[in-house]
């Protein structure tokens, strides 16, 4: 994990030298939906999608090739469903990607594609939210945690991006502790978002 991220701040720091002085800087709002999920190390508890929302200002720095980065700070929600019983976290989410937009003439200015890639980091914001109390001693949520988010959109009139992103933990997010007597149970988050981002 510290070569991927090592390696991903290598060519950040390329990317930051070579891009020209005449790059677009843009500021935005984003938000969206989240369809959060966990990867347990065990198959005898099954967890389910529980839904959540994001939203942030983000920056945008693109080169007139098309290529360049965008980075957000996030207020957003994740949990998990554990036998209808509900868990909430809040977090606070930075993710950084590179980005690469397809400028096609012609259509460019109403339309454009885009796919994006790059480390997120989270901190924790709250403890967990349940819907039943039984479970909040059974759950520990980290105070940090860090993945990959991959993420494919279009944007329209060089205004508003609607994309779908997902987002990859790679740092265990959850400790799950006496369910059926087995003891510490690890999950992994995994995320797939719908997002929109309004740019100024």
């Given at each position: 994990m510290r070569k991927i991220?090592?390696?991903?701040?290598c060519i950040v720091l390329i990317l930051f030298v070579a891009v020209p002085a005449n790059a677009q800087l843009r500021l935005g709002i984003k938000g969206g939906l989240n369809i959060a999920n966990v990867k347990l190390n065990s198959d005898i508890v099954k967890p389910y999608n529980v839904t959540g929302f994001h939203i942030g200002p983000l920056v945008e720095l693109i080169s007139p090739i098309g290529l360049g980065?965008?980075?957000?700070?996030?207020y957003s929600q994740k949990g998990m469903d554990i036998g209808d019983e509900?868990?909430?976290t809040d977090y606070?989410?930075?993710p950084v990607n590179l980005k690469w937009k397809l400028q096609l003439p012609v259509i460019e200015r109403v339309f454009k594609a885009y796919a994006a890639a790059g480390p997120y980091a989270q901190i924790?914001?709250?403890d967990e939210k349940s819907t039943l109390n039984n479970i909040k001693d059974q759950i520990e949520t980290k105070s940090f945690g860090v993945g990959v988010n991959l993420g494919i959109g279009v944007?329209?009139?060089s205004v508003l991006q609607v994309g779908f992103n997902y987002g990859i933990g790679l740092t265990d997010?959850?400790?799950i502790n006496k369910i059926k007597d087995v003891m510490d149970i690890k999950a992994k988050e995994?995320?797939?978002?719908i997002t929109a981002v309004l740019l100024f």
């Open positions: 991220i090592g390696l991903f701040g980065l965008d980075g957000a700070i996030l509900i868990v909430m606070l989410e930075v924790r914001l709250s944007e329209l009139f997010d959850y400790s995994k995320n797939m978002a």
